[in-house]
């Protein structure tokens, strides 16, 4: 026997020479019992050599949260030239300017950080849990906790937790999509491959990131965390926060921004010089200009924004692994599910046994058929039978378990005697037992989907037929159990299942629920295409989806086969179908039934090459495949473990209507972030257009660049309630993908009409109330801080602001108390400092004309811009290969990694 030893094992040579090493000397080279696995004291000997099986640290930290506050090269000129300034004499101002960027930088560190501290606290609520051998038994324990020379159990669904070296296998195969770009799952096997084999064909080795697909295995840990093949990519991918697509838009937007900005701010420095003004003035004027049209704080408010929006959905009892799930889940527009505990109440109750002889006469009255079929049943079945019901199983052997009629037999069962097991799998939908009875007779009970079942019975009285179908047609679950006398014991196989005699039936029942139409409607209103795809009958889930008025599924008249069923394929359906035969059905059919996992995540992924977003709810370790494969995986907290592993969003009740909370709410969020940015547009871009052309006529800088970038930080704190702000219910009722290009028309429509305003407001302040230029910059100042914090409550809708949609209570006191604090400021003891002047009361009273003439003139404005038809298109998302690998890598992160083996600085 090989023993564990008290040495750290040799360090491992990585999976590709384990793959071309047979298992024994593995074993024998890391000291480690195959059937013991390693002990408690080893694994943290080895955890100390190794650290942890992490591939990214998911702790929030304060340098790299500063670091993207500052990163701006705008900025940094804007700062530079502040220092130049204070060294050439200019001392007061670059102080004013400093402090100010300063308390901008901060304001954004703050929020921004926070967010941080949020997705970390996500990230410790979430553990992926994997089954390895320690101390001679099997535990279960975090992955990140796994240690080379572990033996781990991989089943059909999980994650491969590490690189292993594969030593048993029944059926095993992997989808390695996520390393290697090949879609077809790849077949496993426990011996070696020739050396210089390529990743892609290492089979003897299951890889760290990739997904079992079929059948299941052990294997030896050969490589943990950054040296797995999986770990060299995913570190050498950012470890911050993955972003949404709307944050990946923000930056192509501010990027758009930043380019408009140096071409006009070199234009408005060689204006300035031109009409011979102080260089550095000119200069300093120009950069914060430029500072000030680029949305500096939209980070931190989509951060901030996705902070509380976890924290409102955890409240509505919807848990997100990641942020970036949060977006993800406010842009699904279709929604697979599966029916029971969705749609239905979720507690199947095993009601009666149909023996096949007397199905549908007064014969299946007979107890004696009735209770043959019920023990044949409760034998058939992949756990030990005993004196206790069955603990886990399927949840129709637990109904069964649960009947009251159990007790009766149990007795009777206990003289049977198992010799062999042929397991359930989705490909034949059956399980068989081989049994010895107390006579020592030898009986084949194959249990299983009625459709399958029968297929394989010789003699099939037309009446149990019959009986069947209007079982289904009622909307019950039917298991059909079938026998067959063998001569020999051994093991059964699949060829076995042949020439059976039908039994009878097993009848459950799983009402639907009371709330699922209610719920159903919610998801319709928000344009949420609901999809059942089921294991079960198509004539079941027609009937559930029928009494829940769930569009598309009825029976042509007269008929009772399935296949008659409008907008139903089967398993076999589907899998006749290539993938564009199968994306056009797909639109036209809401009921899969008879699906096995593959088929589930071949739908999946069919449908989300139409773009939009696709959405799996599932909590079976028969659904882990297509929640993979959806753009949102949710799963339930009563779910099995492989399925909440494989989610991106948990719900604590499994109810549609807690969806649709959450579903609203990534909308929600998507349009107040948008808010900010059309201000922006609508407002920054037009001041920079007024700067320009007063350049033109004045002596002076219309406006000092220490009260520019003071109105810019002013501006920005009023807009941090956005998040709490109302949203109209048309805004919700579909997905809001992000559109630069209607950003950018919004841009280049909206600019200029806040320029009228500036230009009436020069007028003003030069030919009415004959202004200096310190009263001028005043006067400037409160109009255009005014103007474009008031704004919000006209871009924040469509409709009528206040009257048909009404603002939160914080967005109305942040902004009116932003404006009030600009209003007062020429006549605080500060404004010396900033180099104002107190402005007349009649100055106030045109300011009371002017702010409402232009909330009318963009009210005006919004009802020509859309009426023209320019509200954004639907987008057609694409996910990158990159992106997948990233949200994969997050569940294997630990919120601090161990010096020495980092995963941004490890590399193999």
């Not at 930290?61 to 700062?79: E, F, G, K, N, T």
């Not at 400021?825 to 180099?835: D, I, N, Q, R, Y």
């Amino acid at each position: 026997m090989v023993t564990a030893s008290p040495r750290l094992a040799a360090p491992v040579a990585g999976v590709s020479a384990a793959a071309t090493t047979d298992g024994a000397e593995l074993l024998r080279g890391l000291g480690v019992d195959e059937q013991r696995g390693l002990s408690a004291a080893e694994v943290v000997r080895r955890r100390a050599r190794w650290g942890p099986n992490a591939v990214s640290s998911h702790q929030a930290r304060l340098l790299p949260v500063l670091w993207h506050q500052v990163r701006s090269p705008l900025l940094a000129l804007l700062v530079t030239a502040a220092l130049a300034s204070y060294f050439v004499g200019e001392r007061g101002d670059a102080v004013i300017i400093g402090v100010i960027v300063a308390l901008s930088v901060g304001l954004g560190f703050v929020n921004e950080y926070r967010a941080e501290k949020a997705a970390e606290a996500l990230h410790d609520q979430i553990r992926h849990e994997t089954v390895v051998i320690r101390d001679g038994a099997p535990i279960e324990v975090d992955v990140t906790d796994l240690v080379p020379g572990d033996i781990v159990a991989l089943r059909l669904g999980d994650i491969v937790p590490a690189d292993v070296r594969l030593l048993e296998v029944t059926s095993l195969e992997c989808d390695e999509s996520v390393l290697t770009g090949e879609s077809l799952p790849v077949a496993k096997h426990a011996g070696l491959v020739p050396a210089g084999t390529p990743l892609a064909e290492l089979t003897s080795c299951a890889l760290m990131g990739t997904v079992v697909s079929a059948g299941s295995g052990r294997g030896l840990v050969v490589a943990t965390g950054a040296r797995t093949e999986f770990g060299a990519i995913a570190a050498g991918l950012s470890t911050h926060q993955l972003d949404t697509e709307f944050q990946v838009g923000l930056r192509k937007f501010s990027m758009l921004l930043v380019y408009v900005a140096g071409a006009l701010t070199t234009s408005i420095f060689a204006l300035n010089v031109v009409l011979h003004k102080p260089i550095m003035d000119a200069l300093l004027f120009s950069l914060a200009i430029a500072v000030g049209i680029t949305p500096q704080l939209l980070p931190a408010v989509v951060s901030s924004s996705l902070a509380a929006g976890s924290r409102r959905m955890s409240r509505r009892k919807v848990l997100v692994k990641r942020l970036v799930c949060i977006e993800d889940l406010g842009n699904v527009d279709v929604l697979f599910t599966d029916k029971t505990g969705t749609l239905t109440a979720g507690h199947i109750d095993f009601t009666r046994a149909l023996p096949a002889a007397g199905a549908g006469t007064e014969a299946d009255t007979n107890a004696c058929e009735r209770d043959a079929v019920l023990r044949w049943g409760l034998l058939a079945t992949e756990n030990t039978a005993g004196a206790e019901p069955v603990v886990g199983g399927n949840p129709l052997d637990q109904a069964l378990w649960r009947a009251p009629a159990v007790t009766g037999q149990l007795a009777a069962l206990a003289g049977y005697t198992r010799v062999g097991v042929l397991p359930f799998d989705h490909e034949r939908n059956m399980v068989s037992v081989l049994v010895r009875d107390p006579d020592s007779r030898l009986t084949l009970v194959t249990k299983g989907a009625p459709e399958t079942v029968l297929d394989r019975c010789v003699d099939v009285p037309q009446a149990a037929r019959d009986a069947l179908a209007v079982e289904f047609l009622a909307g019950n679950r039917v298991v059909a159990v079938a026998t067959r006398a063998v001569g020999e014991a051994r093991p059964p196989t699949a060829a076995d299942e042949q020439r059976l005699s039908l039994a009878g039936f097993l009848v459950f029942l799983d009402p639907p629920k009371p709330d699922a139409a209610g719920a159903l409607t919610r998801l319709s209103e928000l344009g949420i295409a609901v999809k059942v795809v089921t294991g079960d009958n198509a004539a079941v889930a027609v009937k559930v989806c029928g009494d829940l008025g769930l569009a598309g599924t009825k029976t042509l008249a007269g008929t009772k086969t399935t296949a008659a069923v409008l907008g139903t394929l089967t398993g076999a359906e589907v899998a006749a179908l290539d993938d564009d035969a199968l994306a056009a059905a797909i639109v036209g059919t809401t009921v899969f039934a008879r699906v096995s996992p593959k088929d589930k995540a071949r739908i999946v992924r069919v449908q989300r090459r139409s773009g939009g977003g696709v959405a799996f709810l599932g909590d079976g370790v028969n659904d882990a495949l297509a929640l993979h494969a959806a753009d949102v995986g949710i799963s339930v907290d009563s779910a099995t473990d492989v399925a909440k592993d494989a989610a991106d969003v948990i719900m604590l009740e499994k109810d549609l209507d807690v969806l649709a909370d959450g579903v609203a709410e990534g909308r929600r969020i998507f349009a107040n972030t948008i808010k900010y940015v059309l201000m922006g547009t609508s407002s920054n871009f037009g001041n920079m257009f007024s700067a320009a052309g007063a350049s033109l006529f004045l002596s002076f800088l219309p406006m000092l660049p220490s009260q520019i970038l003071l109105n810019n930080l002013l501006y920005d704190a009023s807009q941090l309630a956005i998040p709490t702000d109302h949203v109209d219910e048309s805004q919700l009722r579909q997905p809001s993908q992000w559109d630069i290009g209607f950003i950018r028309r919004f841009m280049i429509f909206f600019g200029p009409l806040s320029s009228v305003f500036d230009f009436v407001t020069f007028g003003v302040m030069l030919w009415i109330f004959h202004a200096g230029a310190t009263e001028f910059r005043s006067g400037w100042f409160v109009e255009s801080l005014a103007t474009q914090t008031l704004v919000i409550f006209a871009i924040r809708t469509r409709r009528i602001p206040f009257f048909r949609s009404h603002p939160s209570l914080p967005l109305v006191l942040s902004a009116v108390s932003v404006v009030t604090v600009g209003s007062v400021l020429p006549a605080s003891p500060l404004a010396h400092a900033l180099g104002f002047h107190p402005l007349p009361a009649a100055f106030f009273a045109a300011l009371v004309g002017l702010v409402p003439g232009y909330l009318v003139l963009i009210e005006a404005g919004k009802r020509v811009f859309y009426r023209a038809g320019a509200t954004p298109p639907p987008a057609r998302r694409r996910y990158s290969r990159t992106r997948a690998l990233r949200r994969r890598a997050a569940g294997f992160s630990v919120r601090n990694l161990i010096p020495g083996v980092r995963a941004d600085t490890v590399r193999r």
